[in-house]
């Protein structure tokens, strides 16, 4: 199994003070190992990202809400996730691996619901975890019926080759890391212009997420401002911002996280803007209070 780069260990305070109640719409959490085994044929593990150093990240960063994103390498064993939301607190919420919709009984799914999880995602390919399309549209009638979100991990090359799967749907459907769209091809990227289209449609909405690893020039990331800048155009209350922490798959070092606020900050071009992403929009994408 390949080895992985870890989280930066020194990470910096953003140049601004964030608005009361932001929230990192998608971090995960790994290990300890001796606690939380990896699962048989997991396509990657990575070094230890404990929920404890997670906080102690948002605080840094002027955070006070988040969702823990479970990672393909527990499966369908959200173990890692209740223990995480329970050491978080009420401000927190989780995203289930879509494959517990196919795995676990309605009891087990019950525990995650009653622990603050309300969404499933459905992580790419490459990863190990797919489903045939008639387990596809059960585990999507669960989520219906559980009144959750369902989430979207892009392909590497973009979502272009899983957009039939989702683009009919009813209920409400984030996308992740900007739908992977190229920013070297400007407009004419298919992904980005199907994404614009569907953030029109009300129930789709986009995170700002994976800016390091989308990016072609590096740091400070230049040529991915318009492309995060055009999805919030197309409609700012349908925005979200994850940071993506511990950065999972990693083969260059992970950025400093306080770099990542500062671009969205970037991104955002105003306050009001910046809190529709990281208050308002999260609030009612992921239940909480407003």
């Not at 309605?106 to 008639?134: K, N, W």
């Not at 973009?158 to 749907?169: D, S």
């Not at 606020?261 to 992403?277: F, H, M, N, P, S």
Request: hydrophobic content about 40%.
């Amino acid at each position: 199994m390949p080895q992985y780069l870890p989280f930066n260990p020194h990470p910096t305070a953003p140049a601004r003070r964030l608005p009361p109640g932001a929230c990192d719409s998608q971090f995960h959490v790994f290990g300890p190992a001796d606690r939380y085994p990896v699962r048989p044929g997991a396509a990657y593990e990575m070094p230890s990202a404990t929920i404890e150093t997670a906080l102690d990240l948002h605080r840094l960063l002027g955070i006070a809400r988040g969702v823990i994103v479970q990672a393909t390498t527990y499966g369908a064993d959200h173990q890692v996730v209740l223990d995480g939301l329970a050491a978080a607190g009420p401000n927190y919420r989780g995203c289930a691996n879509a494959l517990v919709l196919t795995e676990r009984d309605d009891a087990y799914i019950g525990r995650l619901h009653d622990a603050g999880v309300r969404g499933a995602r459905f992580t790419r390919q490459g990863l190990g975890i797919s489903m045939e399309p008639a387990v596809f549209e059960r585990a999507i009638a669960r989520i219906r019926e559980l009144g959750w979100y369902a989430k979207f991990q892009p392909e590497p090359d973009g979502m272009m080759a899983q957009v039939a799967q989702f683009e009919r749907l009813d209920i409400p459907v984030l996308i992740d890391h900007m739908g992977r769209a190229d920013p070297a091809a400007g407009a004419a990227d298919p992904t980005r212009r199907a994404l614009l289209e569907l953030l029109k449609r009300g129930n789709f909405w986009v995170m700002l997420s994976l800016t390091e690893k989308l990016s072609r020039s590096g740091p400070p990331w230049d040529d991915v401002v318009p492309l995060a800048q055009a999805l919030i155009a197309a409609n700012p209350d349908r925005v979200v911002w994850g940071s993506d922490w511990p950065h999972p798959v990693s083969v260059k070092q992970p950025p400093d996280e306080g770099r990542l606020v500062d671009q969205l900050v970037r991104y955002a071009g105003d306050d009001a803007t910046l809190k529709k992403i990281l208050v308002d929009n999260p609030a009612r994408l992921f239940g909480f209070d407003a």
